[in-house]
């Protein structure tokens, strides 16, 4: 049998009647602890296998959209809204989808995905692009006032000329030919600043190029639409 010196009963002592005061919290908080961890763990198991599936999915959707299969990458892309929302895969499937299905004349369908993800992404850059894409369908739509409304807010640099673009676009298919020549004209400049900084060397450079000659011929087209530069 142990045998305890008079200190070592005190600290006994103490530890007794801290555990009676403390020890029910103790338990208690060691528990949510416990169920925390485990919880945390079983949550990040469950995002993996959410992502591992939607992989799978948006894999079979990349095939349908190189096939231009527009009811396949359709069905995909919904099963990636519906079942893996959260996923990245489930904007970036509902982004391709659109494209495809714009291609193929179902202008509703690729409006209803693009407004989607516009609505539902947490990523900047990909809520952009689809605005601007949104933009561009509805301006195929002739919904001039819903494009506009879509551009209302400048997004970053990277989007930027393709920005200006459409609204030059939709400005002139409203026959509001003076705005569309300041849109193409900054689109333009924004363009050019964007050469100034690529390598000589850079297939970007070779793009810009072949870009700019795109908006000088629209501007150049304004001229037959009634305004003079």
């Keep these: 049998m142990a045998v305890y010196d008079l200190e070592e009963q005190e600290q006994l002592a103490e530890l007794k009647t801290w555990w009676n005061q403390y020890g029910n919290l103790v338990t208690s908080v060691a528990l949510v602890v416990a169920l925390a961890v485990a919880g945390w763990?079983?949550?990040?198991?469950?995002q993996r296998d959410q992502a591992a599936q939607a992989s799978a999915v948006y894999g079979g959707l990349q095939m349908a959209a190189n096939q231009r299969d527009a009811k396949r990458t359709r069905e995909l892309a919904g099963d990636l809204i519906d079942k893996f929302p959260r996923t990245a895969y489930a904007a970036m499937g509902a982004l391709v989808s659109a494209k495809v299905q714009q291609d193929a004349g179902e202008l509703k369908t690729a409006q209803v995905q693009l407004q989607w993800v516009a609505d539902n992404t947490n990523d900047d850059a990909i809520r952009a692009l689809a605005n601007l894409r949104l933009a561009g369908v509805m301006l195929d739509e002739k919904n001039y006032d819903g494009a506009l409304a879509r551009l209302a807010t400048e997004p970053a640099a990277a989007f930027l000329i393709r920005?200006?673009?459409?609204?030059?676009?939709?400005?002139?298919?409203?026959?509001?030919?003076?705005?569309?020549?300041?849109?193409?004209?900054?689109?333009?400049?924004?363009?050019e600043a964007k050469q100034a900084q690529a390598d000589a060397t850079s297939t970007d450079r070779s793009r810009n190029l072949a870009y700019q000659e795109v908006l000088r011929a629209k501007l150049d087209g304004l001229a037959g639409a009634g305004v003079k530069p």
């Design 41 to 46: 763990q079983g949550w990040n198991w469950w």
């Design 163 to 191: 920005h200006k673009e459409i609204k030059g676009d939709i400005y002139l298919a409203q026959g509001k030919v003076a705005e569309a020549r300041v849109a193409y004209e900054e689109a333009t400049t924004a363009l």
